[in-house]
């Protein structure tokens, strides 16, 4: 059976970081796009950032670029999201997810995600 766990959600003031993991068991997602999302009590899930295969290309939610970035450690067969100067509005559930039908580009419909985690809890306090 295939799953991602995240792992790296926590409490953390405004300002602060926090780093997301995500690696899947028992199957590899090396070759495919790998995104982020987030879904924040009484919203929609939406997209946070994806990255390529290659790790090349990068995509983010308009709102946090500049504070997020998303990379992958292809060895490690992991998938990162580094959140910098968190804001209260951060706070949500975390999920990561594969598309695997992309591999250079992404999309940020959460419909063309195939697999997903179970979510880390993210809390930003003011």
């Known amino acids: 059976q295939v799953q991602l766990v995240e792992s790296g959600g926590g409490l953390v003031q405004a300002g602060g970081s926090l780093r997301l993991s995500c690696a899947p068991s028992?199957?590899?997602?090396?070759?495919?796009?790998m995104g982020w999302f987030r879904q924040a009590p009484g919203k929609e899930r939406e997209f946070v950032a994806a990255v390529s295969r290659s790790g090349a290309n990068t995509y983010y939610l308009d709102s946090v670029k500049g504070r997020f970035t998303v990379s992958r450690d292809t060895a490690k067969n992991t998938v990162y999201l580094q959140m910098n100067k968190m804001k209260p509005a951060d706070s949500a559930v975390y999920y990561c997810?594969?598309?695997?039908?992309?591999?250079?580009?992404?999309?940020?419909?959460?419909?063309?995600?195939?697999?997903w985690g179970q979510g880390t809890q993210v809390t930003v306090s003011p």
């Open positions: 028992g199957r590899t997602f090396s070759t495919y796009t």
């Open positions: 997810a594969v598309d695997t039908n992309r591999i250079s580009t992404a999309s940020t419909a959460q419909d063309d995600y195939d697999f």
